[in-house]
């Protein structure tokens, strides 16, 4: 049977699931109407976790001078 713990965070409370070994999922804490994706991090399993170095794909392609309204809505390449 999964445990359920409460955690407070600087980006807000959280409800963290876990299996006894692992965080295996974050739910936002049913107090908080907007909680924060960024609680989505604790999830080591989580398919949204960044396992190799990578940088957006304009930032490689045009440098540190991209423009920022790119953000968010491009792919990450991973670079070595």
């Known amino acids: 049977m999964n445990k359920i713990t409460s955690l ?3 980006f807000g409370p959280y409800r963290i699931e876990s299996d006894g070994d692992e965080i295996i999922a ?3 804490h049913e107090l908080d ?5 960024i609680g989505q991090a604790y999830v080591h399993r ?8 990578s ?10 001078n991209t423009r920022r309204p790119r953000r968010g809505n491009e792919p990450f390449v991973e670079v070595e």
Not at 46 to 53: C, K
């Open 26 to 28: 974050v739910h936002g």
């Open 46 to 53: 989580s398919t949204l976790r960044v396992l190799r170095p």
């Open 8 to 10: 407070g965070t600087h």
């Open 33 to 37: 109407p907007h909680p924060s994706d």
């Open 55 to 64: 940088v957006r794909q304009s930032w490689l392609r045009d440098g540190p």
